[in-house]
């Protein structure tokens, strides 16, 4: 797909003529610092590539005939390749290892102990069940160096198993969802998903292998009253997700034609709302159908009471009059900036060949903030660092003949992180203020919106 020598930019597939070599993935961020680090390697690049090219890919599609063709869940549109069936025949397996560790009945104060037998029991099958579920050819791509040496399974293995919570916290947040990303984008490299006009695969990977993904951890949450991983409390966008709310909000943007930019603003014609949001009989009609409203769905599951009161920064972002686009290219910044460079989340992860610690030779010299430095929750303060003025938006990443850039808010410098506070909606939702256990003054209105 190519426009006056652009063509969007992709997750590179590793070079078989090239070659490769894999190795056990090891943790690299051992404090605050090293997160400035991260955000200039190789894996933050492809991280964010693979997270921008499945949004796009979820952006409602402009038909030669004029029509437009949204994706909603369930959507009949879409068709899902063997790689992606059997990857969903995998959660199946998971699901069913459930019953297998029935919640412990005796008292508690945290999560129930029986999550630890059920991760045991995918941990001590992890193996078997990608060797079931994945073409054996890919599990089993060698080292070129060293034929006899570790293959691709030893690094998936790794994101696969931190895909669901810890059984020693008895948690589930944000990383743990960052490596199931990397889970998907690791086989993505490693060819394991057809070759497809532009945005096929990556709607089917997000339709049929990452919403199934974001069940079945709800259903585990659930079962085992996991706690939130690293939470920001009341504050945080969500207890333990948040690509869903990036994919979600791009189903209910603006169509785009294959050669368009993903616009800054506005809404598909018969979208909801987003105040809908703090409507449970929105909630429940939209919920079947986007990603987004799904969450929320899951939300109003779980919690009782007002909205806007259990989920404040949900709340001030609903009140957005800019439409889905906007919340959208919010959404993503605020991923870079809440999930990719805090350390309490990004700790954990581990980097090996496919997702390599080595530094990116695009990345700019960033000196380390507090924002990527402190290790501790921070204090409910109202001081935010401004943002820096975006240079275009969410565009779909591009490539020219020099080599590849990264989209614009891919890498927002260390030193203008967002805030915990949604950062980018300047609009306040009608209704009463969030009191909440926040002790500090009302909550600033998120400042991302016009």
Known sequence: MAMDGFSVRVLPKLDSS???????????????????????????????????????????????????????????????????????????????????????????????????????????????????????????????????????????????????????????GTGHELSFLAFLAGIWKLHGFPQNSAGVEERAIVLGVIQPYLELVRSIIKKYTLEPAGSHGVWGLDDHSFIPYIFGSAQLAPAISELENVPEEGSLADAPPPNGVAKANIVERERGTNLYFSAIGFIYDVKRGPFWEHSPMLYDISGIQAGWAKINKGMIKMYNAEVLSKFPVVQHFPFGSLFSWDRDPTAPVSAATVHTTTTQKRPNDTSHPPMPPAAGGTRAPRATAKGPELPDTSRLPPGAMAPTRAPWARSQPTGPAPTGDYSGPAPTRAPWAK
């Open 18 to 172: 090239v070659g490769h070599t894999f190795f056990q993935p090891s943790k690299r961020i051992n404090e605050g610092q090293d997160v400035t680090e991260f955000l200039a390697s190789k894996a933050y690049v492809d991280i964010m590539t693979f997270l921008l090219q499945l949004n796009r890919s979820m952006y409602p599609t402009k038909l030669p005939d004029g029509r437009v063709q949204s994706w909603p869940l369930n959507s009949d549109a879409v068709e899902f390749s063997a790689p992606v069936r059997q990857l969903q025949q995998l959660l199946s397996k998971l699901e069913a290892i459930l019953e297998e560790a029935p919640p412990d009945t005796g008292p508690r104060r945290f999560g129930n102990v029986s999550f630890r037998k059920w991760h045991q029991l995918v941990e001590s099958r992890a193996s078997s069940l990608l060797e079931e579920c994945l073409s054996a050819d890919l599990l089993r791509t060698p080292s070129t160096a060293d034929p006899s040496g570790p293959t691709a399974e030893v690094e998936l293995l790794a994101y696969f198993l931190g895909s669901w919570g810890s059984p020693q916290r008895l948690d589930y």
